[in-house]
């Protein structure tokens, strides 16, 4: 584990971080104001099709992208995003996190903080139950702060809300060299079966190798110290997986109330699964990594052995990504995923949600379906984000999207459960 004051790169870092600790003076950007725009409900067959009311916050300014929320033990919320434009005194690309912070439920937010110090991009944030925060990221190779020079992954830790930071490097010890090593966007937390009454924080870590070395670097690391120290020896079965991502690679791990473990993987649009039987390959002609989709496993072993939910794995369709889940306080699960192209349900690209009362056994995503951003421009840019509830069982989502102009946006939006009907 690596503490900021020792890391030789980050010298330029903690000169300005004083400068950029809050809304940046080169970068400053009057917030819009705070608007209206419902939630709307596709295909209603069990909820209302009401529209839920809403209220929508932009946070930011211009090129601020691809946000995530967590709620705080203390009770505040927490948004991480990341940016990427350049810094005075500093030559080169740099991608470093933003934070924003709301002490009442996402009615209000603080001002944009700019970490120059928290490098990487894509944050993706969990608190713990003790408080402790893990939030794990991906650092480029042309970043001018990565003094590997090769693209991986990293976790930051914090026991004090998001004020100080430490991290962990993902490899290069246990992986093949320069690999480019990568982990889910969450933690889960489990019994720990050594210590009754006491949980293991555990974090999926694999590799973007695809088709050669990928099954042979997938672990669950657990920790029972909400993720200080981490045994790394846990190599699940996932009956021989290969993709372009890794098993363990932009996604979560869930853990639902029975203990049953969800973990949907990300499938690669020119990998060999890929394709769902029944349907046309012509998106095999689009380019990037926009028609990826989802593909949900299941363990019921605590991540020793994971099978494909009923046998063939189908969850969501091409270009749906970015899954989150979040246990509802009525024991409901709410998924908040990304349409990210080839939008199927009429709307533009952006965040959507859906409602799972079974323990994940069975997933609708035409009825019922929760159209919670859709305001994207582009072939990308919009959604990313996940959701939170709040003491008061409010609902509280944060999400990016792109504008006419090309510039990357966020909002956070504080919303409501729907009514049944």
Known sequence: MTHFSAHPSRVIAILLITASATTAPWASHAAAPSTGKGVTILKPKTLSGKEISAVRTPLGVPNDYKPFIARLKSGDLLTVAFCFGPIPGVKGYAERALFWRSKDNGKTWGPREERIDVQGREFGLTALSDGSLLMTCHWLARDVFNPSKHTH????????????????RIGPDAF???????????????????????????????????????????????????????????RPDTQGWMDVDGFFSQTVTFRTKTGKILHPVRVDRTGPHWHIPGTPESLKKES??????????????????????????????????????????????????????????????????????????????????????????????????????????????????????????????????????
């Open 288 to 421: 990037g990594d926009q028609g990826d989709r989802m593909m949900l496993w299941e363990s019921t072993d605590n991540g020793r052995h994971f099978h494909r939910h009923n046998k063939i794995g189908n969850f969501g369709t091409y270009g749906e990504m970015y899954p989150r889940f979040l246990q509802l306080q009525d024991g409901r699960i709410l998924l908040t995923f990304t349409v990210r192209s080839n939008s199927t349900d009429g709307h533009n690209l952006g965040l959507r949600a859906i409602i799972n009362d079974n323990d994940g056994k069975s997933w609708e995503f035409r009825n019922d379906r929760m159209v919670i951003s859709d305001v994207n421009f582009g072939s990308s840019g919009g959604g990313f984000g996940n959701t939170i509830q709040t003491a008061d069982g409010r609902l509280v989502s944060v999400y990016s999207y792109r504008d006419k102009a090309g510039k990357t946006h966020i909002e956070a939006i504080r919303w409501s459960l729907p009514d049944k009907r």
């Open 176 to 234: 093949p060299d320069r690999a480019a090593t990568v982990a889910d966007w969450m933690a889960f937390e489990m019994p720990d079966p050594k210590n009754p009454g006491k949980l293991l924080a555990c974090l999926g870590v694999s590799m973007q190798d695809g088709h050669k070395n990928a099954p042979k670097v997938v672990r669950i690391w657990r920790s029972a110290d909400s993720g200080k120290t981490w045994d790394r020896s846990l």
């Open 153 to 168: 992954s990293k976790i930051f830790r914090s026991t004090d809300e998001g004020k100080t930071w430490s991290e962990t």
